[in-house]
C-alpha cells in the first residue's frame, strides 16, 4: 500500500511553516520538504528525506540559507554507519532515525516502523538529531508511548530529556498537532466560493 501527501504545518516554535510532499510505499518514505523560520534566526531550508523498506533513513540532503550565507548537510547511513558530509560518524551507532530539528515530516518514520500510531507500545530511540539554523548533527535520545485513540487521531507521547508532548497523528502516520511545536493546516478553505462571490476574501480579475 503506497500514499501520497501535501502536507503544510505551521510551526509556532519557528514562527514559520514547513509543506513537504510525502509518499510511503509499504515502510519506505520519500520527503520532499520546504521550511522557512524567523526563530532562532530567519531561513529558509529545503530537504530529501529517503529511508529503507523498514522505514530507517538511509538519506537526508538539507540546504539551509541564513542572512549569513549558505549551508549544506549530506546525511547518510547504511550498513557500514552514519556518514555527516562523508565524515563517519561513529557517535551515531545507535541511531536508524534523522531527526530534523522543529520538523513534524521526522516524528513519522519511528511511529511507522513500530506502529506506534496502531499499537499499545512503547519504544526508545537514539536519534541523529539536526539542529537548525546550524544543521550540526548529534546523538539524542528520546522515546514514543502510544496514548491511545482520539477523535480526529491517536495521540503518542514524544520525550526527550525533562521535555514531553503529546502528538495527534493521522492513520497515514503523519503529524496532526505537536503541542507547542507545529499543527497541520486544514486545506478546507475559510472562505466559501458563495462568500468570495458576495466579497469576502481577495479580489479576482473580471471576467469579460
Known amino acids: 500500500m503506497s500514499v501520497d501527501r501535501f502536507a503544510v504545518w505551521q510551526v509556532q516554535e519557528t514562527a514559520g511553516f514547513e509543506s513537504a510532499w510525502v509518499r510511503v510505499d509499504g515502510l519506505r518514505m520519500r520527503a520532499d520538504g520546504s521550511v522557512a523560520g524567523q526563530l532562532p534566526e530567519p531561513y529558509r531550508l529545503s530537504y530529501l528525506l529517503e529511508t529503507d523498506e523498514q522505514a530507517a533513513t538511509t538519506r537526508l540532503d538539507v540546504v539551509c540559507t541564513t542572512g549569513d550565507g549558505q549551508r549544506r548537510l549530506d546525511l547518510r547511513r547504511n550498513v557500514d554507519g552514519w556518514t555527516v558530509d562523508g565524515v563517519p560518524r561513529p557517535d551515531l551507532a545507535g541511531a536508524l532515525d534523522c531527526d530534523l530539528a522543529c520538523s513534524p515530516v521526522t516524528n513519522t518514520m519511528p511511529v511507522l516502523r513500530h506502529r506506534l500510531h496502531q499499537d499499545a507500545v512503547a519504544h526508545r530511540f537514539m536519534m541523529a538529531f539536526i539542529e537548525i539554523p546550524t544543521l550540526e548533527v548529534f546523538p539524542m535520545a528520546q ?66
Not at 508511548?145 to 491517536?154: K, S
Open 143 to 208: 522515546s514514543y508511548t502510544h496514548l491511545g485513540a482520539e477523535a480526529g487521531g491517536v495521540r503518542v507521547r514524544y520525550a526527550s530529556g525533562s521535555f514531553t508532548s503529546d502528538l495527534l497523528f493521522d492513520p497515514d502516520g503523519l503529524v496532526i498537532d505537536y503541542p507547542t511545536m507545529a499543527h497541520r493546516i486544514d486545506p478546507t478553505p475559510s472562505v466559501t466560493s458563495q462568500e468570495r462571490s458576495a466579497g469576502a476574501g481577495s479580489a479576482r480579475p473580471e471576467s469579460f
